[in-house]
Nanobody
Framework: QVQLVESGGGLVQAGGSLRLSCAASGRTFSNYAMGWFRQAPGKEREFVAAIAWSGVNTDYADSVKGRFTIAKDNTKNTVYLQMNSLKPEDKAVYYC????????????????????WGQGTQVTVSS
């Protein structure tokens, strides 16, 4: 089992930045591919970004490409999502997810590929 705890959400003006963190406890973190998803009110959960457990590959939704960056620090058991140039449409609850024992270069965009989920952190962007 692994437990995931997100932090770093909050209220920011459009054009601003936030950095989300997802701290993992439990099994060896380096074995996990990680992902970030978000869910806005009345909408389905959507893929935001993912990183292979080795860190060699990353992937982003088109809506955040060039603005968000995912990174993984295996020494701190933490994955980050740096969000720049935030827009009102980025407002959502952001969730991190973990896939255990993925192949070292593999990452995923589908929520049902992941084994574990955090509770989420709210991000609000004012216009």
């Amino acid at each position: 089992q692994v437990q995931l705890v997100e932090s770093g959400g909050g209220l920011v003006q459009a054009g601003g930045s936030l950095r989300l963190s997802c701290a993992a406890s439990g099994r060896t973190f380096s074995n996990y591919a990680m992902g970030w998803f978000r869910q806005a009110p009345g909408k389905e959960r959507e893929f935001v970004a993912a990183i292979a457990w080795s860190g060699v590959n990353t992937d982003y939704a088109d809506s955040v490409k060039g603005r968000f960056t995912i990174a993984k620090d295996n020494t701190k058991n933490t994955v980050y999502l740096q969000m720049n140039s935030l827009k009102p449409e980025d407002k959502a609850v952001y969730y991190c997810a973990a896939k255990y024992r993925a192949t070292w270069y593999v990452l995923g965009r589908l929520s049902n590929w992941y084994d574990y989920w955090g509770q989420g952190t709210q991000v609000t962007v004012s216009s």
